[in-house]
């Protein structure tokens, strides 16, 4: 038998990690880096969703998390400059870190402009593979989503006591009033159209209604789709008053979704909704939206056990009794119980029975949780933005368009 060499190594030899995903209660998960050295404190949570990572990882809701994917392999398809949700890439809104089963492979995909792992780098994304995220999806439903800190070192050496210890002293997102931190900077005017197989994205040079959105963490899917149903889309930042939202004579009024705890947001946002609610303009609001739509009205949010992440999730509208499978991204949810009179509920999950959708009763306002802009995820819910639209006409008194195509 031929000696072994120093330089050999052996079929059963343990490879280093050089990342670690080190929760708050203590417990370390080794695995391979990728991505941005360095590390992040945020949330763990996980996501369903078979694809989409790259709108995933976009998408300034998840400002403050670690997305764990439960699909093994990602990565298959790439990167490119199309497919990301957040308005301003430099500042890098959404996810945090990211964790897989699988390592990442080369793309395969005609639209790929970069690898997944060259990507997150450039994003400042903190990743890891070749863990059993079934496990630690588990360990979720569990005991719900934990603190914690993704760390990738490429040398594989780590301060496991410090990392323990930032876990542990992280206050989480109770509390926390993310959407200072992801929203525009100033105001400014979106014209992208959606996507068009084999032709990109168009422009909307003709619109027909104006449409004033409150950018909470908005994502680019929701303004295409206003803008290709005719709207000129001003989007203004989460701390604009209503008063210089009234002074842009908006058709229709707009609440983006976002990161954080909505009452937190809704020190600042929610005597803006409550004035602007004074008039009798149309108003749409999506997740976060949703949640300090509900405020206002008088109802209740709460943090939830371990969050709603995915794009295979059956919602019941109640006013159709229609079930809709819809993309969902929250870890806070509107107390149904809480909705004073006046509120109807309108969307339910048929996973544990939450709030997903509200309507004031006689009044051109309504909201929902999910993500109807089907980005990532199913295309069941575009209705409710031509629902939008058409309370738009009716107050003009225009010929309304049909929900569904």
């Known amino acids: 038998?031929?000696?072994?060499?120093?330089?050999?190594?052996?079929?059963?030899?343990?490879?280093?990690?050089t990342a670690l995903l080190v929760l708050a209660d203590g417990t370390v998960i080794e695995g391979r880096g990728l991505g941005a050295t360095g590390s992040a404190v945020a949330e763990v949570c996980f996501n369903t969703a078979l694809t989409g990572y790259q709108?995933?990882?976009?998408d300034p809701s998840y400002a403050g998390q670690i997305v764990t994917f439960t699909f093994p392999h990602i990565g298959n398809i790439g990167t490119n400059d199309e497919d990301i949700e957040d308005l301003n890439p430099v500042a890098r809104a959404g996810a945090v870190g990211a964790v897989f089963k699988a390592d990442v492979?080369?793309?395969?995909?005609?639209?790929?402009?970069?690898?997944l792992d060259q990507w997150l780098k450039k994003r400042g994304i903190v990743a890891l593979s070749g863990i059993d995220t079934r496990a630690l999806t588990g360990l979720i439903r569990e005991k719900g989503m934990p603190n914690a800190v993704i760390a990738?070192?490429?040398?594989?050496?780590?301060d496991i006591d410090d990392l323990r210890s930032r876990a542990a002293a992280w206050s989480g997102l109770i509390g926390l009033d993310l959407a200072k931190e992801v929203t525009s900077g100033q105001s400014s005017v979106w014209?992208?159209?959606?996507?068009?197989?084999?032709?990109?994205?168009?422009?909307?040079?003709?619109?027909?209604?104006?449409?004033?959105?409150?950018?909470?963490?908005?994502k680019r899917n929701i303004l295409r789709l206003l803008s290709g149903l005719g709207a000129k889309v001003t989007v203004v930042p989460a701390s604009t008053g209503a008063e210089d939202i009234l002074a842009m004579r908006p058709d229709g009024i707009f609440l983006s979704n976002g990161p954080g705890d909505p009452e937190a947001t809704g020190d600042y946002a929610v005597p803006v909704i409550q004035d602007l609610l004074k008039t009798d303009i149309p108003l749409f609001g999506i997740c976060l939206g949703h949640q300090m739509l509900a405020l206002a009205l008088g109802g209740k949010t709460a943090k939830m056990h371990q969050g709603h992440h995915g794009a295979n999730h059956p919602v019941k509208e109640h006013t159709t009794g229609k079930v809709e499978i819809v993309s969902m991204n929250h870890g806070f949810a509107v107390d149904a119980d809480s909705l004073p009179d006046g509120v109807e509920e309108t969307h339910v999950?048929?996973?544990?029975?939450?709030?997903?959708g509200i309507a004031l009763t006689g009044r051109p306002v309504f909201s929902v949780q999910h993500h109807p802009e089907a980005s990532p995820?199913?295309?069941?819910?575009?209705y409710l933005f031509r629902r939008f639209v058409n309370l738009i006409r009716e107050k003009r008194g225009e010929d309304l368009m049909a929900e569904r195509a």
């Open 191 to 218: 014209r992208e159209t959606p996507w068009v197989w084999n032709e990109g994205f168009g422009e909307q040079d003709d619109p027909t209604l104006h449409v004033v959105a409150i950018d909470y963490g908005v």
């Open 349 to 356: 999950s048929l996973f544990d029975g939450s709030n997903c």
């Open 1 to 17: 038998m031929a000696e072994m060499t120093a330089a050999s190594t052996p079929a059963w030899a343990i490879e280093k990690p």
């Open 152 to 158: 990738h070192a490429p040398d594989g050496v780590f």
């Open 55 to 58: 709108e995933i990882l976009t």
């Open 377 to 382: 995820g199913p295309q069941d819910s575009h």
């Open 105 to 115: 492979t080369n793309p395969s995909n005609y639209r790929a402009a970069a690898g």
